[in-house]
């Protein structure tokens, strides 16, 4: 999947989530490296990201690896391991749509159940609807690989399904959207399609003319978060201002309207 995200202005990045090559193995390690330093992940080898290649999946920019992520498969759910946003990329709402993205494929396979083991980030994966789990429920053969040294916390949520990452993120959690001048904040729902119908639909009045990101009449300023956008834009918005006509949010966003 294609994702084009912006934080407002004419500059939007392009962003693909799509297996693993075995050519991107290297990018990974080089990547998960840090966290593995610093303890927010489990050591794991160059080998592995070679050997257990086709269990991962990555957010690529600009022909670089930004994020990973490794699915380990058991018979009735599904564990998420290794899942890293490389430090540049961090705070834009990347990493809930490469977990999202990971939660829409593992319904698509049939699983109802994901689960992962945190020991630094608890706290994130619980704002992303994972919630403590009692060890005993793990599947025999993950319980033999917990490492009672490390002590990391397992945590587990239901799958979510939908057309993308995008619909998929909307699903997993709720995405606040505040539109500041007009008083209003309001829970995202992805059948609205874009941040203008939500607006239209809570009373907020905004210029509009194409609904396509031609003309830039409905630019607003983003005064917090990041949008995704379906297409382009044609007319870039000023600075710090994105174009709602063809947008969706990627965070909780807070908008000048």
């Known amino acids: 999947m294609d994702l084009i995200f912006s934080r407002g202005g004419a500059d939007v990045i392009d962003a693909t989530f799509r297996r693993a090559r075995l050519s991107d193995a290297d990018s990974m390690y080089e990547l998960s490296l840090p966290f593995m330093e610093s ?5 794991r080898d160059r080998e592995l990201f070679v050997t ?9 920019i600009d022909r670089t690896i930004a994020a990973c992520a490794g699915i380990r498969r058991f018979s009735n759910n599904a564990e998420i391991f290794n899942v890293a946003v490389m430090q540049k990329w961090q705070g834009l709402g990347l990493g809930r749509f490469l977990l999202a993205s990971i939660i829409g494929v593992l319904e698509a396979e049939g699983i109802g159940e994901v689960l992962l ?18 060890p005993a429920g793990l599947p025999p053969e993950r319980l033999a690989l917990i490492d009672p040294i490390r002590d990391s916390i397992p945590l587990s949520r239901a799958t979510v399904g939908g057309a993308d990452g995008l619909e998929v993120l909307a699903r997993m959690i709720d995405l606040r959207v505040r539109f500041d001048r007009s008083g209003i904040e309001t829970t995202w729902d992805s059948s609205f399609d874009t941040l203008l119908k939500l607006a239209d639909h809570n009373g907020v009045e905004v210029d509009s003319l194409c609904w396509a990101g031609i003309c830039g009449t409905c630019s607003t300023r983003l005064r917090q978060g990041t949008i995704s956008y379906h297409v382009a834009p044609e007319v ?9 006509c063809i947008a969706q949010p990627l965070t909780d966003l807070e908008l000048e309207l």
Do not use: C, H, K, N
């Not at 303890?39 to 050591?43: C, D, E, K, S, T």
């Open 39 to 43: 303890g927010a992940l489990l050591v």
């Open 52 to 60: 257990q290649i086709e269990d991962f999946y990555v957010v690529e």
């Open 117 to 134: 083991f945190s020991y630094t980030t608890i706290q994130w994966f619980e704002r992303q609807g994972f919630v403590p789990m009692d």
């Open 236 to 244: 870039g918005p000023e600075d710090g201002e994105v174009l709602l």
